[in-house]
């Protein structure tokens, strides 16, 4: 008889069914609860992390304090972590070089902002074209490849030549810092599109237009936010390199009076600005490519 039962609830379509969606809930509350172990396992992992980050930094500053405090080196050429933030603070409000460190900051980021804004304008189309035409790809890579590995710091005598001190120069050189990296990122992102989805756009009637803007620039665009972040920070350090010769305001041209100055504390001021404001421009690029990245994966589904 109870071979028969079981016989009968396997013919059981409903029975059956019972039998998966039971299945299904104890494999949900299996995952469920693991999950939930892992989210409270990860907890202290990140507090843990955070405590290491922050022992790193209390272990630097304090090896700075002693070998400071203990003249290892002279007090003119190494001044403790209080010294620097005194003179940090004093340079918001007092001007040094002609300005005060918020408008040589604005100085810089003016300069910054133009080159990188050139760099992107020109590298990341540059780049898309030579990915889809290999007509363009076989002019214009001789050229690039060679120029590309020039250092941007090259560029200064040209700059001075050609821009003195004026804004010009340091523009030049944050826009060869930051050019080849949309270009090659960009490049390497339009050949990674399929080309079976720009076959059927061509077949769909696309304008070439249509095409780079909805399909080659959407399916490019993961490399070409990672090129932008790669330029955001090369075209940041080429600005101050830039400012240390060819420019007469700014942080690098500030941090240049202060060593003509003897005055360690305001070079390092000037450093702990130029660290600050860089990993600020990378945070926010990074949100944007969190964002973008997100956004594209829903126009997906």
Known sequence: MKLQHLARSEMDPMAVVRRTDAAHAKDARRLAGRSDADARAGAPRRGTLWALSAAGLIAFFG??????????????????????????VELLTHPFAGYTLEQHLW???????????????????????????????????????????????????FAALWFGTGIGGPVLIIFAGAFAPCVVNAYRGAQLVDGRLL???????????????????????????????????????????????????????????????????????????????????????????????????RARR
């Open 63 to 88: 090896i700075w304090w002693l070998a400071a405090a203990a003249e290892l080196i002279p007090a003119m050429f190494l001044p403790t972590p209080l010294a620097v933030a005194t003179r940090f």
């Open 107 to 157: 100085s810089s980021l003016q300069r910054y902002l133009l080159g990188l804004a050139l760099a992107i304008a020109v590298g990341v189309p540059l780049g898309l074209m030579m990915g889809w035409f290999r007509w363009l790809d076989y002019i214009v890579s001789p050229l690039f490849e060679t120029l590309r590995f020039v250092a941007p710091i090259a560029w200064v005598p």
């Open 199 to 297: 076959e059927a756009a061509r077949m769909l009637g696309m304008t070439n237009r249509m095409i780079v803007c909805e399909v080659l620039l959407p399916g490019a665009l993961p490399a070409v936010i990672a090129g932008l972040r790669v330029a955001a920070g090369l075209g940041w350090m080429s600005l101050v390199g830039a400012e240390l010769i060819v420019a007469s305001s700014g942080i690098g041209y500030m941090m240049v009076k202060g060593q003509s100055a003897i005055n360690t504390a305001t070079v390092m001021s000037g450093m702990i600005a130029i660290g600050m404001v860089g990993a600020l421009i990378d945070w926010l690029l990074g949100r944007i490519e969190t964002f973008a990245m997100r956004h594209r994966r």
